[in-house]
T-cell receptor, first 113, second 111 residues
Framework: DTAVSQTPKYLVTQMGNDKSIKCEQN?????MYWYKQDSKKFLKIMFS???????INETVPNRFSPKSPDKAHLNLHINSLELGDSAVYFC????????????FGPGTRLTVL | EDQVTQSPEALRLQEGESSSLNCSYT??????LFWYRQDPGKGPEFLFT???AGEEKEKERLKATLTKKESFLHITAPKPEDSATYLC????????????FGGGTRVLVKP
């Protein structure tokens, strides 16, 4: 059974478009995250939600908007895509009391042309 | 600002050739240091958490150690299946549940 799943796995789109990435976890965790991994492989936190409440909001453009309909889902919507948004986006989840042990999804490779 | 630096960037080993990876960090207060493994095309997979200087953790051929300024991941007698990128991350006491990752060390173990 997949623990943390993301869709789509690959996303190729034109500049200026709006796109969404979906994430679901079936681990019973209460905290979810979005990370961005750039071409140099640095993994950087973007957002974190605990029980549908935003608890980490790093300095990311407001074109990026996370949405958590329930604690098992955290989606990422990106407006007006730019070339620099090309990266691999990872969703992760954990228990709030065990944020050291985060379980990552397989990633979504976004390519903006 | 937190800084996590990993070295070397890449490491090529012969099967059975032991080596160590380094993770140096600068934080105002360390809550924990974590090691993850990432295979190509996949998300990182948790390996270890270290909380205080002098602590050690082991898993199969991997052993992680922690000092006040750095952590080492020792790979003893590696096998080709140990080939992966190893990521180090820190969590600062004043930063909630935020993890700050280093750039990783790509390890290739040749048979």
């Amino acid at each position: 059974d997949t623990a943390v799943s993301q869709t789509p796995k690959y996303l190729v789109t034109q500049m200026g478009n709006d796109k969404s990435i979906k994430c679901e976890q079936n681990l019973g965790h209460d905290t979810m995250y979005w990370y961005k991994q750039d071409s140099k492989k640095f993994l950087k936190i973007m957002f974190s939600y605990n029980n549908k409440e935003l608890i980490i909001n790093e300095t990311v453009p407001n074109r990026f908007s996370p949405k958590s309909p329930d604690k098992a889902h955290l989606n990422l919507h990106i407006n007006s895509l730019e070339l620099g948004d090309s990266a691999v986006y990872f969703c992760a989840s954990s228990l709030l009391r065990r944020t050291d042990t985060q379980y990552f999804g397989p990633g979504t490779r976004l390519t903006v042309l | 600002e937190d800084q996590v630096t990993q070295s070397p960037e890449a490491l090529r080993l012969q099967e059975g050739e032991s080596s160590s990876l380094n993770c140096s960090y600068t934080v105002s207060g360390l809550r924990g240091l974590f090691w993850y493994r990432q295979d190509p095309g996949k998300g990182p997979e948790f390996l270890f958490t270290l909380y205080s200087a002098g602590e050690e953790k082991e898993k199969e051929r991997l052993k992680a150690t922690l000092t006040k300024k750095e952590s080492f991941l020792h790979i003893t007698a590696p096998k080709p299946e140990d080939s992966a990128t190893y990521l180090c991350a820190v969590q600062e006491t004043a930063a909630g549940n935020k993890l700050t990752f280093g750039g990783g060390t790509r390890v290739l173990v040749k048979p």
